[in-house]
């Protein structure tokens, strides 16, 4: 098993930065892919980014290209949603999620924590 805990929401003004972190623990050896997922009110959860173990092709959704970086930290088992510029339409609940393979489902879910960007 996996535990995955995040940090870093809250409140900002539109064009604000925010970072989100993520602290794996248990079976970590296990984990190849790390992401993050968000899901605003009446909305479907989507992926936002998504990291290999070996920090290299990452995906991110064409919403946030250009403003969102994610990157992974092995050594301490971290992930970090680096948000610049951010827009009122990015208020969610963000998770953080891992999988134990680069493709299919996401296997451990962190439990949320929530942006909220005003106008």
């Known amino acids: 098993q996996v535990q995955l805990v995040e940090s870093g929401g809250g409140l900002v003004q539109a064009g604000d930065s925010m970072r989100l972190s993520c602290k794996a623990s248990g079976q970590t050896f296990s984990v190849i892919t790390m992401g993050w997922f968000r899901q605003a009110p009446g909305k479907e959860r989507e992926l936002v980014a998504a990291?290999?173990?070996?920090?290299?092709?990452?995906y991110y959704t064409d919403s946030v290209k250009g403003r969102f970086t994610i990157s992974r930290d092995n050594a301490k088992n971290t992930v970090t949603l680096q948000m610049n510029s951010l827009k009122p339409e990015d208020t969610a609940v963000y998770y953080c999620a891992a999988k134990r393979a680069y493709i299919g489902t996401y296997d451990y879910w962190g439990q949320g924590t929530q942006v909220t960007v005003s106008s």
């Open positions: 990291v290999p173990w070996n920090n290299g092709r990452t």
